[in-house]
């Protein structure tokens, strides 16, 4: 298969997101009349799977699908779901941070197959480290990109994202690059060479709607690196499309505001 018609893989969840829209942020034990109410696809590994075709990219999720508009209790990918995956369709394959004992297992499967091929032929694997739970923290030396999120680093004492990255680089392994975003304050990224990279953020005119900004900041940087791009590039567009998608509700003004991706 031919490189440039291999995809992008996202695994992890998709949701029901109920977003109720108020006209500012409602004080504790308040009642306040909602303004609208929409119904909206979400999760993390689903939300980056979507910016990533909006930006142009072809993409593929990997999931547990309700037979319906709304399910409970639905589980996680395991093993043996991922075993049926066909590896030579992808070039890079993304994991959100979910049930990590099994997703370790998943990583090992591609590992195993790279292991067979010549490195520009490899899958690039990336994870996301998002939410401050112990069993996550085994996926840091698993990815060959790695995404640590604001929360986890606070938790861990760090009180920048330079820190982190800087803190955290230990547990990843040799070659990996490790991002981590800040919200307001933009994101920092450290690859092998040692050089803090950074990109300050980019705000909308007026602030919308921020579900999904760290979903949209990953897809919008694994975008650029399997595009090509630098990592300086990778983290300026991640925070230049992720500040644009705070400026309106949904995703699908994306594919408007960057019709040809990073380069544009």
Excluded at 5 to 23: M, Q, R, S
Excluded at 54 to 62: I, Q
Excluded at 133 to 138: A, C, K, S
């Amino acid at each position: 298969m031919e490189e440039e018609t291999k995809k992008i893989l996202c695994v992890g969840l998709v949701c029901l997101d109920i977003i109720n829209v108020v006209d500012k942020y409602p004080e504790e034990d308040t009642d306040s009349r909602c303004l609208s109410q929409r119904w909206q696809r979400g999760g993390n590994a689903s939300n980056s799977c979507t910016v990533l075709s909006l930006l142009g990219a072809p993409t593929a999720f990997l999931g547990s699908l309700a037979t319906g508009p709304t399910s409970e209790n639905l589980p996680d990918v395991s093993e043996e779901d991922f075993s049926k995956v066909d590896l030579r369709r992808f070039k890079w394959i993304h994991w959100e941070g979910r049930n990590a004992d099994q997703q370790v297992r998943m990583i090992r499967r591609v590992e195993a197959y790279n292991g067979t091929l010549p490195q520009q032929q490899r899958i690039t694997v990336s994870v996301e480290i998002e939410k401050p739970r112990e069993p996550l923290f085994q996926l840091f030396p698993y990815g060959d990109v790695v995404f640590v999120s604001k929360d986890v680093a606070r938790h861990f004492g760090f009180s920048t994202a330079e820190a982190a990255v800087r803190g955290f680089y230990s547990r990843v392994k040799p070659g990996a690059v490790l991002v981590c975003a800040w919200a307001e304050k933009g994101a920092d990224a450290l690859g092998p060479d040692g050089t803090v990279v950074h990109s300050d953020a980019f705000p909308p005119e007026a602030l919308v709607d921020t579900l999904g900004a760290g979903d949209t900041f990953n897809a919008a940087v694994i975008y650029t690196l399997a595009n090509g791009g630098t990592l300086q590039d990778a983290l300026t567009f991640g925070c230049r499309v992720a500040g644009s998608k705070c400026g309106f509700h949904g995703y699908d003004s994306i594919r408007e505001m960057f019709p040809h991706g990073w380069k544009s």
